[in-house]
T-cell receptor, first 112, second 115 residues
Framework: QKEVEQDPGPLSVPEGAIVSLNCTYS??????FMWYRQYSRKGPELLMY????GNKEDGRFTAQVDKSSKYISLFIRDSQPSDSATYLC????????????FGTGTRLTIIP | NAGVTQTPKFRVLKTGQSMTLLCAQD?????MYWYRQDPGMGLRLIHY???????AKGEVPDGYNVSRLKKQNFLLGLESAAPSQTSVYFC??????????????FGQGTRLTVV
């Protein structure tokens, strides 16, 4: 079993819809949670970064972490065609732990 | 990301040839990583480094070697390329700030094809 599980999709939604992307994990030591967006033929770029549990909002994006369920989510409101990309979750444990573990990524397409 | 530069961007190798991929960063980050990305497999860690002069194996290290002689550079070498090493390679860096791990920053990738 992988430490981080992510549905690869693909996921297609109409423009303006709310998108929900999720990852589950098994390592209870994970403290840092990230969401990366990767456009085709580009490197991943950081979208959201959360430490420990709770919610974080940035414009149309909201990241949620539920450590009790080992479940993290990324919500995209008022989705736009420019949001079409692959979204990867990433996690790491306490300070001093250098490894970053990624999900496989979910490919998202927003249909105009 | 302007702070992490990978060289080259594209390369085609014949089986058995060798090559070195260079990752250069100007963010003064301690940690550097090499990943490969294949369809359906996500990002898989090849090797990483926690500081100048140190390297460690990731989850798929076979067939690769690395060196970090200077803090800003991390080299990935393929001694004898195989078709199974056809992939997109990403370098990433990560800093350590006030006892908190920070996010990783990625280069633009190197597309390698081994024929």
């Amino acid at each position: 079993q992988k430490e981080v599980e992510q549905d690869p999709g693909p996921l297609s939604v109409p423009e303006g819809a709310i998108v929900s992307l999720n990852c589950t994990y098994s390592n209870s030591a994970f403290q840092y949670f990230m969401w990366y967006r990767q456009y085709s033929r580009k490197g991943p770029e950081l979208l959201m970064y959360t430490y420990s549990s709770g919610n974080k909002e940035d414009g149309r994006f909201t990241a949620q972490v539920d450590k009790s369920s080992k479940y993290i989510s990324l919500f995209i409101r008022d989705s736009q065609p420019s949001d079409s990309a692959t979204y990867l979750c990433a996690m790491s444990a306490n300070f001093g732990n250098e490894k970053l573990t990624f999900g496989t990524g979910t490919r998202l397409t927003i249909i105009p | 990301n302007a702070g992490v530069t990978q060289t080259p961007k594209f390369r085609v190798l014949k089986t058995g040839q060798s090559m070195t991929l260079l990752c250069a960063q100007d963010m003064n980050h301690e940690y550097m990583y090499w990943y490969r990305q294949d369809p359906g497999m996500g990002l898989r860690l090849i090797h990483y480094s926690v500081g100048e002069g140190t390297t460690a194996k990731g989850e798929v290290p076979d067939g690769y070697n690395v060196s970090r002689l200077k803090k800003q550079n991390f080299l990935l070498g393929l001694e004898s390329a195989a078709p199974s090493q056809t992939s997109v390679y990403f370098c990433a860096t990560r800093g350590v700030l006030f006892y908190m791990n920070t996010e990783a920053f990625f280069g633009q990738g190197t597309r390698l094809t081994v024929v």
